[in-house]
């Protein structure tokens, strides 16, 4: 088994900026994919960004230039960098992992408001 702690969220006003965290531990395994999920309010959950192993790097079109996912091998840790925040980054951010046979593993979730 896998553990995904999440850390980081909070409130922030328009134009600021958050850096979340995605702690891994339990199990060893072979990483696939890693990323970042948010669900808003009333909407469908969607994928943020991702970065594979070999650490190509993948963003939903409306974080485009405004979100970075990276990664610390050493510290089993992801990250998600995110500037120039709108109200509509308002959401739960969650932390996902894909494993080479194909078991995803979910974060608890981050709460993000953004909000002035």
């Known amino acids: 088994q896998v553990q995904l702690v999440e850390s980081g969220g909070g409130l922030v006003q328009p134009g600021g900026s958050l850096r979340l965290s995605c702690a891994a531990s339990g199990s060893r395994v072979s990483i696939d994919i890693t990323g970042w999920y948010r669900q808003a309010p009333g909407k469908q959950r969607e994928l943020v960004a991702s970065i594979t192993s070999g650490g190509n790097t993948n963003y939903a079109d409306s974080v485009k230039g405004r979100f970075t996912i990276s990664r610390d091998n050493a510290k089993n840790t992801v990250y998600l960098e995110m500037i120039s925040l709108k109200p509509e980054d308002t959401a739960v951010y969650y932390c996902?992992?894909?494993?080479?046979?194909?078991?995803?593993?979910w974060g608890q979730g981050t709460q993000v408001t953004v909000s002035s």
């Open positions: 996902w992992l894909r494993t080479l046979f194909v078991v995803n593993y």
